[in-house]
């Protein structure tokens, strides 16, 4: 059955608002995505039904929010190929995930070791290398992206060696939508026995993912990106690592025993789940696995590729408008990167903004990437299941005119209002 994205969107009310007059467009699903009625009637559900915490008592609502809760990490387990809940934490986002691995990884570390991340990080993988470099000694390296937006895994296999603990790579660029080749970078961390971590923020969301196939250590990604609420995020970790690796929170449910001196920790994966957890949120993170599975993720990433190749194809033909990334053809995932002359990204989105389009535009958290590329900032275009083919016509007549339009637009009373 093809993919059908016009019924799809029945199941985001969303969809149906106006935006200044026009029916929305939303292009920013590579920062947040929306929430279908399956997965947010799990709020209501909860608190109208078996609102309680979780683990802790010996009642019937406690019992019923803890089966919910302990079953939503076997689905989300499973939706990454993760081998049982033991291997799946429940975070608040990928940012906690990473700040949870490398506070864990850090006690190993001193000065003689390398970190190797990438020149297409994420602020939220690369500062907090940076950070745990600092209070480590370690030095962190960076792998380069060249010109047509990969990884260079030429240079990579060179800069990781024995000195190398840890290797961190995002699997997709948020900014080039590059799919980068994590499981060959897995096997060179694991050659000289680093850790391998792998920021999934921007391919859980997008296409089929198998920790077991990649072989990582730790696997990120957050669940606002995939259909699912914001306040929840998931880190796989391998079994036996997360068993020897120091907890990053504590108190609540983490806890086993505790005497006035010391404390022993619980088992996986509440070991690393201090205090009182998002509960709805992390059932409603199940429901928005069991909706993306549903849908089927191979027909999610081929949706996603049919809409990025058709905008990177019509933007081909404007030799006004720059875009960043791989070619047309290659393989990346439904966001493009791109500047029309002349015209700023925030000014673009501006106007896109006046016609009920929701873009982003700036340096989208990658500063050092955007430095790589020699630009200040760049506008970007994102897709998720519900969006069409009509959806990019819209962005593209607004890019046609932006240039002719700006002056007018920038001295409206409406600029003046989004403004002031
Ligand atoms: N890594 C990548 C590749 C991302 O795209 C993002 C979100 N833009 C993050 C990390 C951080 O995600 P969050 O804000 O949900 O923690």
């Known amino acids: ?63 019923e929010a803890s089966v919910a809760y302990e079953q939503a990490h076997d ?56 950070q745990i ?35 961190c790579a995002p699997h997709v660029s948020n900014v080039l939508g590059t799919v980068n080749p994590v499981a060959d970078l897995v096997d060179l961390a694991h050659d000289h026995d680093a850790y391998a971590v792998v ?5 859980a969301p997008t296409r089929p993912v198998d920790v077991g196939a990649m072989d990582a250590d730790f696997f990120a990604f957050s669940g606002h990106k995939l259909a699912g609420p914001t306040g929840i995020g998931g880190l796989y970790g391998k079994r036996e690592i997360l068993e020897d690796l120091d907890p990053f929170l504590f108190g609540g449910e983490m806890i086993r025993n505790v005497t006035l001196t010391d404390s022993t920790w619980n088992e996986l994966p509440w070991k690393f789940e201090a205090g009182t957890p998002p509960i709805a949120e992390g059932i409603a993170l199940g429901a928005a696995v069991d909706y993306l599975d549903d849908l089927g993720m191979e027909a999610v990433r081929d949706h996603e590729d049919d809409l990025a190749q058709y905008l990177l194809r019509e933007l081909a033909d404007r030799e006004f408008v720059r875009t960043y990334g791989p070619d047309i053809g290659e393989e990346r995932t439904g966001l493009v990167s791109f500047n029309v002359e002349g015209v700023h990204g925030h000014d673009l989105s501006s106007l896109l903004n006046d016609r ?3 873009i982003r535009a700036g340096d989208h958290c990658t500063q050092p990437l955007h430095d790589r590329l020699d630009i200040p900032g760049s506008a970007r275009a994102s897709f998720y299941v519900y969006n069409t083919r009509a959806d990019v016509d819209r962005l593209l007549e607004v890019v046609d005119t932006a240039r002719d339009d700006l002056d007018d637009y920038l001295t409206s009373d409406r600029y003046h209002d989004l403004v002031s």
């Open 1 to 63: 059955m093809p993919f059908d994205a016009a019924a799809i969107r029945d199941d985001f009310p969303i969809l149906e608002r106006r935006v200044n007059g026009h029916p929305l467009t939303y292009l920013d699903n590579a920062a947040t995505t929306h929430t279908p009625k399956q997965v947010y009637d799990v709020f209501e559900e909860f608190y109208a039904d078996y609102n309680s915490n979780i683990h802790r008592g010996i009642h019937e609502l406690s019992h």
């Open 75 to 130: 689905r989300v387990a499973e939706f990454v190929g993760a081998d049982g809940r033991e291997e799946m934490v429940f975070t608040k986002n990928t940012t906690e995930s990473i700040n949870l691995v490398a506070y864990g990884v850090s006690q190993h570390l001193d000065a003689d070791d390398e970190i190797v991340a990438t020149e297409m990080d994420h602020h939220a993988s690369l500062v907090t290398w940076q």
């Open 133 to 167: 470099a600092k209070r480590t000694g370690a030095t962190v390296r960076h792998i380069p992206v060249t010109t047509d937006g990969h990884l260079d895994m030429d240079a990579a296999a060179e800069i990781i060696t024995d000195d190398t603990a840890v290797v």
């Open 199 to 203: 920021d999934g923020a921007q391919s």
């Open 356 to 358: 009920g389009i929701a």
